[in-house]
């Protein structure tokens, strides 16, 4: 006997064998991939032009005013800031030179961030751009000159109770095994500076290149030291004071016995700038 198929039972079977297909949950949409960041702008800072007109730029968003303050006009002149934040001015023509330079940003002056030629100074150091001349001036690079060296002289000093340094020149073709003797220039830099203001700023190296190539000076040594010699902003006087003795007891005595330097007053020269003038009068006379 075939028991007739019940209706209702039908309809469960297909609703059970239907149900995992009617309650899938749908597959989830894949989120769309995140943006990439933006990139910031290539900024260079600064660009010399052919007609010694000059481009600075400083990468800043977020500022509110920059401003950029040269020695070759000592004028802050406003920049502009574009749609990429980028604050940008020009310039010029300024006249062939090193010129220092920084940015004052919202009230803070910085150096240049993308310009590696930096003058340091004891507080807020700057950036420099080399404007440069035709003819060539005296303090450019030359490949067709031959270069002396830079000595960095570290010494544990008595007079100043720290440890200090001073920077050599040495021409070019100085060998310490010859027995040839040079007269020694003793150059010292002016307040807020260090002791490599005269090649980091003043070029001094590549000028007594130039200069010994063009047959214009004597082959000799340059001695910069450190002319600073109580805390910045300490007595001027007192720090006058410590850095004759310090020069006279130590740097001379140590440069003469390091050096192939010609040790009498007719072979030593000393010369400075600002502070350093000062202090090479009172130590020369």
């Known amino acids: 006997m075939v028991t007739p198929t019940c209706r209702p039972c039908l309809l469960l079977g297909a609703f059970l064998m239907l149900a995992p297909a009617a309650f899938a949950q749908p597959a989830p949409t894949p989120a769309p991939p995140a943006p990439a960041p933006a990139r910031a702008p290539n900024v260079v800072s600064p660009e010399v032009a052919s007609d010694r007109r000059v481009t600075f730029r400083l990468l800043a968003p977020n500022a509110n005013k920059v401003s950029v303050l040269g020695q070759w006009d000592n004028i802050p002149h406003n920049l502009a800031k574009d749609a990429s934040g980028v604050w940008s001015v020009t310039l010029g023509p300024i006249e062939p030179s090193y010129w220092i330079y920084n940015f004052t940003m919202d009230g803070v002056d910085i150096a240049d961030p993308v310009n590696p030629i930096v003058k340091l100074r004891m507080r807020t150091s700057a950036s420099m751009v080399n404007i440069p001349g035709d003819p060539a001036t005296t303090w450019d690079v030359r490949t067709d000159v031959p270069h002396g060296s830079i000595d960095i002289n570290w010494h544990n000093s008595k007079v100043t109770n720290d440890a200090r340094y001073f920077y050599v020149y040495t021409p070019p073709g100085y060998d310490p095994n010859s027995p040839a003797k040079y007269p020694?220039?003793?150059?010292?830099?002016?307040?807020?500076?260090?002791?490599?203001?005269?090649?980091?700023a003043g070029r001094a190296n590549f000028m007594a290149d130039n200069l010994i190539a063009a047959k214009k000076m004597v082959p000799m040594i340059i001695v910069m030291p450190w002319g600073h010699s109580v805390p910045l902003g300490g007595p001027q006087g007192q720090n006058n004071d410590t850095f004759d003795r310090y020069l006279t007891q130590e740097v001379i005595p140590l440069v003469e016995s390091k050096y192939r330097v010609a040790p009498d007053r007719a072979n030593r020269a000393i010369m400075g700038l600002s502070m350093g003038g000062g202090q090479a009068i009172r130590v020369g006379l």
């Open 184 to 200: 020694v220039f003793y150059l010292l830099h002016g307040n807020n500076g260090t002791p490599s203001d005269w090649t980091a």
